[in-house]
């Protein structure tokens, strides 16, 4: 078939235009086979605290290089560490990754940090970078208990071993007891230099720069892109955002408000359940809400509901109730561990609290001083019911003085209901089963609910 083909273009093509007509078909075949060969790498960068947002940031980048069918994954990073939990996670996901992953510590890799670098295939560091200082610290920055730090020692180590480095130099990284020959003495922390790792197996060479590393360990072509996450984690970021998220418990807290007050309305509710899902959703998606702190939202609101709706005056629902909603609000910023504190700094809760708190009073405001604005927008009066059924246009919601006795007209046929007029005012009336015509003298004998009960005189 293929020759065919040759003795075909061999009759109607001239040899040298057959000839150049090849020449392009092999330059572009050459020219696939070496974009084909090109080696792709996917940069990600771990520049901040460990914490569940970082941990988010590596997930999203690895499952990317793997659909991506990326060949090698390098990590710049430098870090001074962050939470163990959140590292762990980390460690975890380097570790089930196929590919090879290298880390270039360009700064420090201090703490997780280093938890994280030795997870990788491979280590490199820059000129005067650092690794290790792996002792866990509170949020406080003291110590932690030793619980926590028998848990890293482990993690630590088991993870040199897997990665084929020694588990107790790793080990050494954070407990200072810890004291190796040549390597650390007794009462310090085990740190190492470039040129100290480079020795002892925590760093395979001292690189300026990923090309660099790049060069050294790839054959030919090589193309780098730097991972960045899709529009849906950049908005999540945004409404991250302390100020953002104080906005938003506004218009939660001003929205259940509102509908509390104007039951039946449905757009201030729908405000603030739209609020409440920007609010929470964010959180939720980077690890920081837990599912108990969502429930104690939700629980929250219901034991407001309650106490408002069926539990009259205002007693232990209500001040539990509120307790719960403001906690939760206020717990759902914090990587807390089940009201654990100890990992969580201080500016974070204080941040925390000051925005909720600074949300709760500016929805009380917006209630005083808006909530006349709203009850009197041209919007709220085309969604409420905004007349009044006023007694003097002949309606009547119930009898404040008994009116039995008093005489009246037959406004309208009573068969046996209708209506009568008494004093020149409009009363729904009925018979006790007679029929009787309009402008019958009639004389009330009773009361039914709203309705007067009427016969006729004489």
Same mark, same amino acid.
């Given at each position: 078939?293929?020759?065919?083909?040759?003795?075909?273009?061999?009759?109607?093509?001239?040899?040298?235009?057959?000839?150049?007509?090849?020449?392009?078909?092999?330059?572009? +075949?050459?020219?696939?086979?070496?974009?084909?060969?090109?080696?792709?790498?996917?940069?990600?960068?771990?520049?901040?605290?460990?914490?569940?947002?970082?941990?988010?940031?590596?997930?999203?980048?690895?499952?990317?290089?793997?659909?991506?069918?990326?060949?090698?994954?390098?990590?710049?990073?430098?870090?001074?560490?962050?939470?163990?939990?959140?590292?762990?996670?980390?460690?975890?996901? +380097?570790?089930?990754?196929?590919?090879?992953?290298?880390?270039?510590?360009?700064?420090?890799?201090?703490?997780?940090?280093?938890?994280?670098?030795?997870?990788?295939?491979?280590?490199?560091?820059?000129?005067?970078?650092?690794?290790?200082?792996?002792?866990?610290?509170?949020?406080?920055?003291?110590?932690?208990?030793?619980?926590?730090?028998?848990?890293?020692?482990?993690?630590?180590?088991?993870?040199?071993?897997?990665?084929?480095?020694?588990?107790?130099?790793?080990?050494?990284?954070?407990?200072?007891?810890?004291?190796?020959?040549?390597?650390?003495?007794?009462?310090?922390?085990?740190?190492?230099?470039?040129?100290?790792?480079?020795?002892?197996?925590?760093?395979?060479?001292?690189?300026?720069?990923?090309?660099?590393?790049?060069?050294?360990?790839?054959?030919?072509?090589?193309?780098?892109?730097?991972?960045?996450?899709?529009?849906?984690?950049?908005?999540?970021?945004?409404?991250?955002?302390?100020?953002?998220?104080?906005?938003?418990?506004?218009?939660?807290?001003?929205?259940?408000?509102?509908?509390?007050?104007?039951?039946?309305?449905?757009?201030?509710?729908?405000?603030?359940?739209?609020?409440?899902?920007?609010?929470?959703?964010?959180?939720? +998606?980077?690890?920081?809400?837990?599912?108990?702190?969502?429930?104690?939202?939700?629980?929250?609101?219901?034991?407001?509901?309650?106490?408002?709706?069926?539990?009259?005056?205002?007693?232990?629902?209500?001040?539990?109730?509120?307790?719960?909603?403001?906690?939760?609000?206020?717990?759902?910023? +914090?990587?807390?561990?089940?009201?654990?504190?100890?990992?969580?700094?201080?500016?974070?809760?204080?941040?925390?609290?000051?925005?909720?708190?600074?949300?709760?009073?500016?929805?009380?405001?917006?209630?005083?001083?808006?909530?006349?604005?709203?009850?009197?927008?041209?919007?709220?009066?085309?969604?409420?019911?905004?007349?009044?059924?006023?007694?003097?246009?002949?309606?009547?919601?119930?009898?404040?003085?008994?009116?039995?006795?008093?005489?009246?007209?037959?406004?309208?046929?009573?068969?046996?209901?209708?209506?009568?007029?008494?004093?020149?005012?409009?009363?729904?009336?009925?018979?006790?089963?007679?029929?009787?015509?309009?402008?019958?003298?009639?004389?009330?004998?009773?009361?039914?609910?709203?309705?007067?009960?009427?016969?006729?005189?004489?």
């Amino acid at each position: 078939m293929v020759r065919n083909w040759i003795v075909i273009l061999a009759i109607f093509i001239p040899m040298k235009q057959l000839t150049h007509f090849f020449s392009i078909i092999l330059l572009s +075949l050459l020219s696939f086979s070496l974009a084909q060969a090109q080696t792709k790498v996917l940069k990600l960068n771990i520049d901040a605290e460990i914490d569940p947002r970082i941990s988010r940031y590596i997930d999203l980048g690895l499952t990317a290089a793997t659909a991506g069918n990326y060949d090698i994954v390098v990590i710049e990073m430098d870090t001074y560490g962050g939470l163990v939990a959140d590292a762990k996670d980390i460690v975890e996901l +380097l570790l089930d990754f196929e590919k090879p992953i290298y880390v270039w510590i360009n700064k420090d890799a201090a703490s997780a940090g280093a938890l994280i670098s030795i997870a990788c295939d491979s280590i490199y560091m820059a000129p005067g970078a650092s690794i290790g200082a792996a002792t866990v610290v509170t949020g406080q920055g003291e110590a932690a208990p030793d619980k926590y730090q028998s848990y890293m020692r482990a993690t630590m180590r088991t993870t040199a071993e897997q990665t084929g480095r020694d588990p107790a130099i790793a080990e050494a990284m954070v407990d200072q007891t810890i004291e190796i020959e040549g390597v650390t003495e007794k009462d310090k922390v085990l740190t190492f230099t470039t040129s100290e790792a480079i020795t002892h197996g925590f760093c395979e060479a001292e690189m300026k720069s990923i090309d660099d590393i790049l060069t050294q360990n790839i054959e030919g072509e090589y193309k780098v892109d730097d991972f960045s996450p899709g529009f849906i984690e950049k908005i999540v970021a945004v409404f991250l955002s302390p100020y953002l998220s104080g906005l938003l418990l506004m218009v939660i807290i001003g929205g259940i408000y509102f509908e509390l007050q104007t039951p039946g309305v449905g757009f201030p509710i729908l405000a603030a359940i739209t609020a409440a899902v920007l609010y929470f959703v964010p959180y939720y +998606l980077t690890g920081l809400a837990a599912n108990w702190e969502l429930v104690l939202f939700v629980v929250g609101l219901l034991l407001i509901a309650l106490e408002v709706a069926i539990i009259p005056g205002f007693g232990l629902a209500g001040i539990v109730g509120i307790t719960f909603t403001f906690s939760a609000l206020v717990l759902v910023m +914090l990587n807390n561990d089940m009201f654990d504190f100890t990992f969580v700094p201080a500016n974070d809760i204080i941040t925390a609290f000051t925005t909720t708190m600074t949300a709760l009073i500016g929805s009380i405001v917006l209630m005083f001083f808006g909530g006349f604005r709203l009850v009197n927008s041209n919007v709220f009066k085309r969604v409420a019911l905004m007349d009044t059924q006023e007694k003097s246009e002949g309606y009547t919601a119930r009898f404040h003085d008994t009116m039995i006795g008093q005489n009246g007209v037959v406004h309208s046929v009573l068969r046996p209901a209708g209506k009568v007029m008494i004093d020149n005012t409009l009363y729904d009336a009925l018979t006790r089963g007679s029929y009787l015509d309009k402008g019958t003298e009639v004389t009330v004998i009773g009361e039914e609910g709203n309705a007067l009960v009427v016969r006729k005189n004489g």
